[in-house]
């Protein structure tokens, strides 16, 4: 059939389209049309079908999914929540990175736009009028100013990347309980009943694992990125209260 495999019903005696078809299988017409090449190794289904129609009802990727429940789906939603904001915090900190390099290439004239331009600011207003130790004050406050902005929702990205494992754990552990009332209800005589509990056990704990180890990382990354920053501050307010103890002696 153009639409797919056929598989033939007994009862009543009709070929009927298969409700779900197999991806790792083709049909020998399209075979033998559809290439010119000879093959050493030609696999065939000798039941008849049977095989087919068991490898028809192997899961895919989406089924995988929905085996998960509504814990998995919970975790894909975080961790699609969170890698979109962990890309949005990256993007910022790469441009507030650009923005004080170009500062540190220019930095007679300071931007209000920039951390480090805020900083030399306070440094310009305050080297005339304050003695050093009030200057080093003046400065260490204006770095802490600039710490919340430099470090914002590097929290949000770490709670995600420890809650999406621990929601993972609590589907293992609300799908062994429906696995162990389905032996206390029916026994093991049928494997069957059992297999939607385990399934959701073993799939939630992937996709909890899966959506932690990207977050992770983009949280060391963004991490990374504002703690240079902060050195960067840091460094350059220490090298501004040098120059002028410098100028005071």
């Given at each position: ?59 895919d990727?989406?089924d ?14 975080l ?47 305050e ?80 996709l ?42």
């Amino acid at each position: 059939n153009q639409h797919g495999f056929l598989n033939f019903a007994s009862e009543p005696g009709l070929f009927l389209e298969m409700g779900k078809q197999p991806s790792a299988a083709s049909s020998a017409i399209s075979f033998f049309n559809g290439s010119d090449q000879v093959f050493s190794d030609i696999s065939i289904d000798p039941t008849r079908g049977t095989l087919l129609s068991l490898t028809s009802q192997s899961p895919d990727y989406m089924d995988r999914i929905h085996q998960g429940g509504v814990i998995g789906y919970i975790i894909i939603m975080l961790a699609l929540a969170g890698i979109g904001f962990s890309l949005y915090l990256l993007v910022e900190r790469l441009t507030i990175t650009k923005q004080v390099n170009n500062q540190l290439a220019d930095l007679g004239n300071p931007v209000q736009a920039n951390p480090l331009g805020r900083v030399l600011s306070v440094y310009n207003n305050e080297k005339e009028v304050s003695d050093l130790e009030t200057l080093e004050m003046k400065l260490d406050e204006a770095v802490l100013k600039e710490l919340p902005n430099i470090e914002k929702g590097q929290s949000v990205v770490k709670l995600l990347a420890a809650v999406a494992p621990l929601l993972g754990l609590l589907g293992t552990v609300t799908g062994m309980i429906a696995t162990f009332q389905s032996i206390t209800l029916f026994g093991t005589g049928d494997p069957k009943l059992m297999a939607g509990g385990i399934s959701q056990a073993l799939i939630t704990t992937v996709l909890g694992l899966v959506a932690a180890i990207p977050l992770l990382f983009m949280h060391n990354i963004i991490s990374s990125r504002s703690k240079a920053l902060v050195q960067i501050l840091t460094q350059q307010s220490a090298g501004m209260i040098a120059e002028q103890g410098q100028k005071s002696a």
